[in-house]
């Protein structure tokens, strides 16, 4: 659902760029994400969101499998660029987007420790290499297991 209201966010926030900053200016949209980079780079946030959006869904997910899980990865690219994009945007005071960075940097720190820090604390308390918990702690499908 989270990730729909981020969705739903940068539609109004592209509308809002499209129909009162362009007045609809195609060109000037394409002149814009060509050579103004932090424009490059919401634009490309964007249109990553935008399978994301659509296979959200249960039915998506099933159908998808683990495919599902390595296309919502994006979600780690769509959020460093959404940081970016907003860093680049600020002229002056950049403490707001250093803010989210902080927070960005911060859970995906815990998402890396979550995921190796766990596998080598498994693999020392039972003499395992590092290679060998991986697979060990990875399912049929390529998977990791929840512990
Ligand atoms: C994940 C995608 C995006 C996120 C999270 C995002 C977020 C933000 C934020 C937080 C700001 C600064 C606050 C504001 O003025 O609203 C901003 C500014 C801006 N964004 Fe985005 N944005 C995204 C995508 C886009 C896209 C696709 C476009 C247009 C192609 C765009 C165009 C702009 C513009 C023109 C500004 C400057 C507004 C101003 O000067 O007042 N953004 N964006």
Redo the contacts with the bound molecule.
């Keep these: 659902m989270l990730g729909l209201f981020a969705f739903a966010y940068?539609t109004l926030?592209?509308l809002n760029?499209l129909v009162l900053?362009q007045t609809f200016d195609i060109a000037g949209?394409i002149e814009?994400?060509v050579e103004r980079p932090f424009?490059t780079i919401?634009?490309s946030?964007?249109l990553m969101?935008i399978p994301l959006a659509i296979t959200s869904t249960n039915g998506w997910r099933r159908k998808l499998g683990l495919r599902w899980r390595i296309l919502h990865r994006l979600v780690y690219v769509?959020g460093i660029?959404?940081c970016w994009?907003?860093y680049w945007?600020v002229k002056k005071d950049i403490s707001e987007p250093m803010i989210y960075i902080g927070i960005l940097t911060l859970l995906l720190g815990l998402r890396l420790w979550k995921r190796y820090g766990r596998i080598r604390v498994i693999a020392k308390s039972s003499g395992s290499s590092d290679d060998e918990m991986v697979r060990q702690t990875k399912g049929p499908d390529g998977n990791l297991l929840k512990s």
């Design positions: 940068v926030h592209f760029y900053d949209i814009d994400i424009i919401g634009f946030a964007l969101l769509i660029f959404a994009h907003f945007q």
